[in-house]
Nanobody, 113 residues
Framework: VQLQASGGGLVQPGGSLRLSCAASGSIFSNNVMAWYRQAPGKLREWVAYITDRGNKDYADSVKGRFTISRDNAMVYLQMNSLKPEDTAVYYC??????????WGQGTQVTVSS
């Protein structure tokens, strides 16, 4: 089982980042995949999901700024017009999470001037 997010970093407000996630085939295939994030002192929250047919949905807080995509056991999150409130550790996972509770490695995104 593998979920490994990457691509985070420090970016100024208004900037962009593209996150990538490598997922095991057993998780990726035929499942709705999603991005989540957890800011310091807050609960993990859902950001976006994409079905295996390409249907997508986004949290209101990122709608119009973030774009989720998937291809070949990879899930991506293009983040534009970043705001300080987007600062968090970002994780990808099966939508709703795995029964095992496994979340894998997240990637830190910090939006600051």
């Amino acid at each position: 089982v593998q979920l490994q997010a990457s691509g985070g970093g420090l970016v100024q407000p208004g900037g962009s980042l593209r996150l990538s996630c490598a997922a095991s085939g057993s998780i990726f295939s035929n499942n709705v995949m999603a991005w989540y994030r957890q800011a310091p002192g807050k609960l993990r929250e859902w950001v976006a999901y994409i079905t295996d047919r390409g249907n997508k949905d986004y949290a209101d807080s990122v709608k119009g700024r973030f774009t989720i995509s998937r291809d070949n056991a990879m899930v991506y999150l293009q983040m534009n017009s970043l705001k300080p409130e987007d600062t968090a550790v970002y994780y990808c996972n099966k939508y709703g999470g795995l029964a095992s509770g496994y979340w894998g490695q997240g990637t830190q995104v910090t939006v600051s001037s």
